[in-house]
């Protein structure tokens, strides 16, 4: 399902950042024909700008505690959301949207959270002293219901699995079927195995009529059956086959002969 059809930039006289990144300067209209499309380039090529604008301009859910209308780290990308416009087939409001480095303070907030509700019931056990079961179980009943959600959720928690473990698991447990979702580097803490569990938990949820933008540099996750690949090198967004793209090529001419490459180290 494809629920964002298009974006389009309105004129604009605005010249400081992100409006002055040459992608962003010369942006005009992007059409998503793929439940699956994939920002790709170079570092600074401007692909993490407009994936955050477009969250913002969407109104996307955030994984973490942070709105992107009110996240910080967002603030230079707001200016530039207010003069998207988006085209939907089915405006939908399931979904999230997840930058890597965002992932790693959202399992801190959640053992936080954990260990705060523990600590509540046992509080509830010592100032309940001397009163009956029934009342003492009342009391405990509001953070044992959100301590079991969280338990129910995330299992033992995502701090006790391996960062790629538990980023995974993060995807897994929050994957709604119609959610529009918008990852910036999902790859970054994924192993190449852990990457192809993603891709298949990918698979599963365009095949519920969820709708995918991700920013990658990974060619594993980039090889994605029938996804769009826009590139956004050389100042200019345009389609791209996936055997065209540099970060395949010299994957694989490094994979024949690492020699070649580390000689000159």
Request: net charge negative; charged share 25%.
């Amino acid at each position: 399902m494809i629920h964002l059809r298009s974006i389009t930039k309105k004129e604009t006289k605005e010249q400081d950042f992100p409006f002055n990144v040459p992608v962003i300067s010369a942006l005009e209209e992007i059409k998503f024909t793929s439940p699956v499309t994939f920002f790709v380039g170079e570092n600074g090529s401007g692909k993490s700008t407009l994936m955050e604008t477009i969250a913002c301009a969407a109104g996307s859910v955030t994984a973490g505690s942070e709105s992107v209308n009110t996240d910080p780290s967002l603030a230079h990308v707001r200016s530039l959301a207010q003069q998207l416009r988006l085209t939907w087939t089915k405006r939908t409001h399931k979904g999230f949207f997840l930058r890597a480095e965002d992932f790693f303070g959202y399992a801190k907030q959640l053992t936080h959270t954990r260990l705060e509700l523990e600590n509540d019931i046992k509080k509830v056990d010592r100032e309940y002293t001397g009163r009956s079961i029934f009342a003492k179980d009342l009391a405990k009943l509001p953070h044992a219901n959100e301590l079991h959600a969280i338990k129910n959720r995330y299992g033992d928690g995502l701090d006790t699995r391996s960062h790629g473990e538990s980023f995974l698991a993060l995807f897994q447990s929050r994957f709604v079927p119609n959610g529009l979702y918008i990852f910036d580097e999902p790859e970054a803490p994924l192993s190449p195995i852990r990457q192809l569990a993603f891709l298949s938990a990918l698979k599963q949820m365009v095949a519920q009529d969820s709708q995918f933008i991700i920013a990658t540099h990974s060619p594993i996750i980039m090889a994605f059956p029938d996804a769009e690949i826009l590139s956004f090198d050389g100042g200019q967004i345009r389609s791209v086959n996936y055997d065209e793209l540099e970060h395949v090529t010299l994957t694989r001419e490094f994979l024949k002969d690492p020699e070649a490459y580390l000689r000159y180290l």
